[in-house]
């Protein structure tokens, strides 16, 4: 979990020289519901419910690059992405 929270997992993920497909897929992304599905699907396999879309809508549409960072960050650490036994 820590390696999670605080390590190669971020940085790979996140990193804009890190070249990798999920942030290439999301700046290709022209709304903010489209990063918004892209993101949810590519992280947990499914897409945002009515209360998860209201809730990052506006940070999106404000601001995009650094909103969808911390999106991928929260998703990456939400209990739904851990395996765990």
């Known amino acids: 979990?820590?390696?999670m929270l605080?390590?190669?997992?971020?940085?790979?993920?996140l990193d804009p020289r890190a070249e990798a497909l999920l942030m290439?897929?999301?700046a290709a992304c022209?709304?903010?519901?489209?990063r918004l599905d892209t993101a949810w699907?590519?992280?947990?396999?499914?897409g945002p419910d009515a209360a998860e879309r209201s809730?990052?809508?506006?940070?999106l549409e404000g601001d995009p690059a650094g909103?969808?960072?911390?999106?991928?960050?929260c998703?990456?650490?939400?209990?739904?992405?851990?395996?765990t036994p």
């Open 41 to 46: 699907w590519s992280v947990l396999g499914r």
């Open 30 to 34: 022209r709304t903010a519901d489209e």
């Open 75 to 83: 998703l990456l650490n939400t209990h739904e992405f851990q395996f």
């Open 24 to 26: 290439d897929s999301l």
């Open 6 to 13: 605080n390590g190669f997992a971020e940085r790979e993920l």
């Open 67 to 73: 909103a969808t960072r911390d999106l991928v960050w």
């Open 1 to 3: 979990l820590l390696a």
């Open 55 to 59: 809730l990052w809508l506006s940070d």
